[in-house]
């Protein structure tokens, strides 16, 4: 599959080890070197800016998608190719969904579990067929992904929905995954559930 933008999902922290930066900026890197854009949530800070940079640096288009009630001062970056103001957080990530050719998701909390959980539930629901790739570098992920073999194997989550989501252990392994996505869902169970 060919990817030309990837929304990016991660933390707007470093973290509490250096690793976590450097994975960020390794990842905007690569998007440069393959000449992917990206798609972000529009942040000067955390694990954001570390890939943003990379990626712009290495010629990257940047769009930043942020709501208005954010900071300008201390939140919002300044020098990015594009950026769209909107008014919620639901519209920001409908944005992003719409604007980007595939999904990645580095290490984060809240907000990015929300955006993460937003658009692969809308890949099992088939309103989009892009894949969704959470990069599972250091493990840190480890114990969500078995929570998520739980959902599947107590009942809740057809394997074929499990299957959506791409786990990478590496950058390089995310791209790998992202070339060979190929979108895979149920069409007997879509068309149940859609009008």
Not at 39 to 56: E, F, K, N, P, S
Not at 98 to 117: Q, R
Not at 150 to 172: I, K
Request: with cysteine; aromatic share 10%.
């Amino acid at each position: 599959m060919q990817i030309y933008s990837i929304a990016l999902f991660c933390g707007s922290a470093e973290g509490n080890k250096a690793q976590y930066k450097t994975l960020a900026a390794e990842f905007g890197a690569a998007c440069a070197q393959r000449r992917i854009d990206l798609v972000y949530g529009g942040a000067r800070i955390g694990l954001m800016v570390a890939a943003v940079m990379a990626a712009q640096q290495g010629g990257s288009k940047i769009t930043g998608i942020a709501p208005r009630f954010f900071s300008s001062g201390e939140v919002l970056a300044d020098n990015l190719e594009e950026m769209i103001m909107v008014d919620s957080m639901s519209e920001r990530k409908q944005l992003m969904e719409n604007k980007a050719d595939a999904f990645v998701i580095l290490p984060g909390s809240y907000g990015t579990m929300d955006e993460f959980f937003e658009v692969l539930t809308d890949a099992q629901l088939g309103l989009h067929h892009k894949p969704v790739c959470i990069l599972n570098a250091f493990g840190f992920y480890t114990p969500l992904l078995a929570q998520l073999a739980r959902f599947r194997d107590e009942g809740f989550l057809h394997p074929v929905h499990f299957d959506l989501l791409l786990v990478a252990e590496t950058v390089e392994d995310v791209f790998m995954k992202l070339e060979n996505y190929r979108y895979n869902n149920n069409s007997h169970w879509l068309d149940k559930i859609k009008a």
